[in-house]
């Protein structure tokens, strides 16, 4: 069986950057399932595994664009150090914004704190690791669900 749109494959993967720090693994833990065509994973990385079968192994070197889009620089802004009330603030943090997203915090000054919105991967040339190890069909509701379902059914 191939991996095709509406196809639940299982891999096992290592996301390196250039510089070859190892970013991600699935090694040691189970490995990640996902139905392919229903946006579940980088563009870059459906497209590499497109077609591939249980047991292949692949090297994927995949761009920003492909990957977490290049970085935006408007999505970097300094606010209020207020904007935080008392709340301990440090470097590396994430908070939710009121719009649903994400901000990382890149600086901390006295009055001021540097929030980037931005994937933490975007501008990141991502190489992949990845072995296929089981490719089945999708179930009718994983497919209406847009996911896939675990060994013991989905609870949303």
């Known amino acids: 069986m191939q991996i095709t749109k509406n196809m639940v494959a299982s891999i096992h993967y290592t996301?390196?950057?250039?510089?070859?720090?190892?970013?991600?693994t699935?090694?040691?833990?189970?490995?990640?399932h996902y139905l392919h065509g229903a946006g579940n994973l980088?563009?870059?990385?459906?497209?590499?595994?497109?077609?591939?079968?249980?047991?292949?192994?692949?090297?994927?070197?995949?761009?920003?664009?492909?990957?977490?889009?290049?970085?935006?620089?408007t999505l970097v802004q300094k606010v209020p150090r207020t904007a935080f009330g008392d709340q301990e603030v440090k470097q590396g943090m994430q908070f939710s914004t009121n719009q649903g997203g994400v901000v990382t915090v890149t600086h901390?000054?006295?009055?001021?704190?540097?929030?980037?919105?931005?994937h933490p991967l975007a501008g990141v040339t991502l190489l992949f690791d990845v072995e296929v190890m089981d490719v089945r069909s999708a179930t009718a509701e994983e497919?209406?669900?847009g996911h896939v379902h675990g060994p013991h059914g989905h609870h949303h």
Do not use: F
């Open 108 to 118: 901390v000054g006295l009055d001021g704190v540097t929030v980037d919105a931005n």
């Open 143 to 145: 497919i209406s669900h």
């Open 42 to 73: 980088i563009m870059g990385m459906e497209e590499g595994l497109e077609g591939k079968k249980k047991g292949d192994k692949l090297n994927l070197n995949i761009s920003p664009e492909k990957g977490y889009g290049q970085k935006d620089d």
């Open 26 to 32: 699935s090694s040691g833990r189970d490995p990640l």
């Open 15 to 24: 996301l390196r950057n250039l510089e070859g720090t190892v970013l991600d």
